[in-house]
């Protein structure tokens, strides 16, 4: 059981580093992209072929961040002045260029026989007590952040209630929310403590990704709220105001591109590093409407919907995983398409009723302009 749910936080925190990166791009400045994968193609890739060749990993994923930067400068450029419809379509079809090129230049990446026995982090490392000890220290400030944020988000949206409908108690809903969160987060706490105390090398990976999704949060948490940020908010909203500003929309654009390249491409990093061998199917289209989903579930344009969205998704995914073949309604060929079909009519459902998400706001949501 507490293997599992290593499991399930390592893929919670690489799909939510993940959508970090499409939120940068569609959440916060309305660009549609449907091939996020792209770019955590380039930085699993980068990091494997340059690992093998001696490079330390840290250097190696951020080189292959960089990289992904870049494929969001080349893309960016020749893109982003089309219409959102047909900047959608050449995303995702530079996302299956990508993933074809792996798998057909054998030279480089072995094409369909994968690149396996690749460097992992801390994949010899064999803690003595003081070394778990830190490491369990890290988490327990990890976890204390996370109560910091869950706090002043929930005290911010009762300040805004309060002001908007003149609510002297707080809400119902919010106090729902704030305690899911709280058990959903000590659960995890605990189980990563024992996870930490039996070290192995999931355990470790799970770690650095709790580390590298808390900096990234922050980092990106403190990008939108200042000037910056604002104006990609503004290019959301109506581009034409902040271009009569004299701000230049172009290059806003293109930085959150890149950006949001970049980011996907450290998560892609991460992604190999779990599944310990990779191959081009493990970048299929799908992967970027996994990240579609998470952003859709918590709420566009809103960092703390993403992680949310995050949990719901692979809570979902493991729950129909083990307790819809237990039924018995529908066989084992049938099922991983039952289980897509499930998902994509919550998704309509939610963007009927809520169309902004669990914890977005009405005017994040571009995608319908």
């Given at each position: 059981m507490v293997s599992y749910l290593v499991f399930l936080t390592i893929s919670t925190g690489i799909f939510a580093i993940f959508a970090l990166g499409l939120n940068i791009q569609?959440?916060?400045?309305?660009?549609?992209?449907?091939?996020?994968?792209?770019?955590?193609?380039?930085?699993?890739?980068?990091?494997?072929?340059?690992?093998?060749?001696?490079?330390?990993?840290?250097?190696?994923?951020?080189?292959?961040?960089?990289?992904?930067?870049?494929?969001?400068?080349?893309?960016?450029?020749?893109?982003?002045?089309?219409?959102?419809?047909?900047?959608?379509?050449?995303?995702?079809?530079?996302?299956?260029?990508?993933?074809?090129?792996?798998?057909?230049?054998?030279?480089?990446?072995?094409?369909a026989f994968g690149i396996q026995g690749f460097p992992l982090p801390l994949g010899n490392f064999n803690p003595n007590w003081l070394s778990k000890g830190t490491m369990i220290a890290i988490l327990t400030a990890i976890a204390l952040f996370g109560l910091w944020q869950l706090k002043r988000r929930l005290q911010i949206e009762f300040a805004t209630r309060k002001q908007q409908r003149g609510i002297k108690r707080f809400p119902l809903d919010l106090r729902f929310w704030g305690l899911f969160a709280v058990?959903?987060?000590?659960?995890?706490?605990?189980?990563?403590?024992?996870?930490?105390?039996?070290?192995?090398?999931?355990s470790g990976l799970m770690l650095l990704i709790l580390i590298t999704l808390t900096v990234f949060y922050a980092i990106v948490e403190s990008l939108v709220r200042s000037p910056w940020g604002r104006v990609l908010k503004a290019i959301r909203e109506d581009e034409q105001v902040p271009r009569a500003l004299g701000k230049d929309v172009f290059w806003y654009k293109l930085q959150a591109f890149m950006l949001g390249g970049a980011i996907a491409g450290i998560a892609g990093a991460f992604y190999a590093w779990q599944l310990t061998t990779i191959y081009p199917s493990n970048f299929q289209p799908i992967i970027s409407f996994y990240a579609w989903t998470i952003v859709v579930l918590g709420g566009a344009g809103n960092n703390g919907g993403v992680l949310l969205g995050a949990v719901i998704f692979w809570a979902y995914d493991s729950l129909t995983r083990f307790v819809l073949p237990e039924l018995g309604w529908i066989d084992d060929a049938r099922l991983g398409a039952f289980r897509i079909l499930v998902i994509g009519?919550?998704?309509?459902?939610?963007?009927?009723?809520?169309?902004?998400?669990?914890?977005?706001?009405k005017e994040e949501l571009t995608l319908g302009r």
């Open positions: 569609w959440g916060y400045t309305g660009l549609i992209n449907f091939g996020h994968v792209a770019f955590m193609t380039v930085g699993a890739y980068t990091t494997i072929l340059l690992s093998l060749q001696g490079i330390p990993l840290l250097v190696a994923a951020i080189a292959g961040a960089l990289l992904a930067m870049l494929l969001g400068l080349f893309v960016g450029l020749s893109t982003l002045r089309l219409r959102e419809d047909y900047l959608a379509i050449v995303t995702i079809g530079v996302s299956e260029l990508l993933r074809l090129i792996a798998l057909n230049e054998e030279w480089l990446t072995r094409g058990l959903l987060g000590g659960v995890i706490y605990v189980n990563s403590v024992v996870a930490l105390i039996n070290y192995d090398y999931k009519l919550i998704l309509m459902v939610l963007m009927v009723s809520r169309p902004q998400g669990i914890l977005g706001k």
